[in-house]
């Protein structure tokens, strides 16, 4: 019942946002749906990090880019579809840290990126409470969302970073990528 009722909430949303019927927002959330249901996915391993990420299995691994960061550690897309992407980052031990203080943290960088409408919740991930912030970058009727999961493990932090133009349609595809989100225990 709850599931039916988040489901039917999100197709009013998309409905509402692009103008379409309910039954032609019913029709596209069922496929985008399916789709994840069957998704195939191909696991990374970075253990000189100290994690693995899932992603699907037709994007693939490029370099950091470590002008966006220094703690860029990697990144992956589908190579057909530039609308989306994950990027993974490692921060410096900060003893005593929490991952709400790593969301904190990394919030004023945003801002002055152009990013706005910040909302930090509670989730958990890799099995450990975390944190998500999402925020988005609004320029010319376009949007850049991104979605970021904090955890913390042995005073190290991690961040998987998720960016999306299209978010409505990346929201269960990023829920899937952070709740097969690993820490690799050293």
Known sequence: MTANKHFKRRVRERARRTGESYTAALRHLRRVDAEERHMEWQRIEKPEFGYAVHVPEDWDERPPNLKNSPLE??????????????????????????????????????????????QITDVEVAGRLAARLDCAKHDAGRVWAVREYFVVHDDVRFCLGCGSSVPEEDDLLFTAIAERFEILES
Do not use: K, M, N, Y
């Open 73 to 118: 550690t990697a990144r992956f897309g589908q190579p057909t579809d530039r609308r989306h992407s994950v990027i993974v980052f490692r921060g410096w031990p900060r003893p005593g840290s929490t991952a709400a203080d790593a969301a904190e943290l990394v919030r004023p960088i945003l801002e002055s990126a152009g990013f706005s409408d910040f």
